[in-house]
């Protein structure tokens, strides 16, 4: 069965630091998207992505976030300068079409010291 | 107010029992996910909705257009259903999520 497949699976970082996550959504998939979990809440979308561009992002997609299809398979999410705000579980998705079912991946858990 | 509200927010049954897991949402949809979270944090989605009623196996997701509410049902639970099950809804390109319902079925 097809899958979606996000690194790193944990990633600790200190405050400041770089961080690129990286996902590979499903080979004929158009739509992928970003989103995350802060430990006990409820998950939050970040942004969307079609046709090599943001199509939507959230009010927590600021400046400090960026997203990029650098080579047609993979889809990375960055966080410029991490906070330790940003500690929570990001998980890639993608779908074929623009409407339809939602493939996760198992998510890249990010720790910010 | 939260835009997807979903109750209970957590649910105890024994092996066996009907489950019923209720949505609202106040916003315009294109359509409506089950999705089911299990301890490890990964995401299935189990439905997608836009009207009507799916039924996969033991797992049966209804929606109300009119009503911005829907339903998902697992009959004859069973201790592996034990996961949080979300609701999320689709508006233009991104999804709206309720806050989860963590389902424990005792054997």
């Known amino acids: 069965e097809p899958e979606v497949t996000q690194t790193p699976s944990h990633q600790v970082t200190q405050m400041g630091q770089e961080v690129i996550l990286r996902c590979v959504p499903i080979s004929n998939h158009l739509y992928f998207y970003w989103y995350r979990q802060i430990l006990g809440q409820k998950v939050e979308f970040l942004v969307s992505f079609y046709n090599n561009e943001i199509s939507e992002k959230s009010e927590i997609f600021d400046d400090q976030f960026s997203v990029e299809r650098p080579d047609g398979s993979n889809f990375t999410l960055k966080i410029r300068s991490t906070k330790l705000e940003d500690s929570a579980m990001y998980f890639c998705?993608?779908?074929?079409?623009?409407?339809?079912?939602?493939?996760f991946g198992e998510g890249s858990r990010l720790t910010v010291l | 107010k939260n835009e997807v509200e979903q109750s209970p927010q957590n649910l105890t049954a024994q092996e066996g029992e009907f489950i019923t897991i209720n949505c609202s949402y106040s916003v315009g949809i294109s359509a409506l996910h089950w999705l089911q979270q299990h301890p490890g944090g990964g995401i299935v989605s189990l439905f997608m909705l836009s009207s009507g009623k799916k039924k996969h196996g033991r797992l049966i997701a209804t929606i109300n257009i009119q009503e911005k509410h829907s339903s998902l049902h697992i009959t004859a639970s069973h201790p592996r259903d034990s996961a949080v099950y979300i609701c999320a809804v689709s508006q233009a390109q991104k999804l709206v999520f309720g806050q989860g319902t963590r389902l424990t079925i005792n054997p």
């Open positions: 998705a993608s779908i074929q079409g623009s409407t339809g079912e939602l493939f």
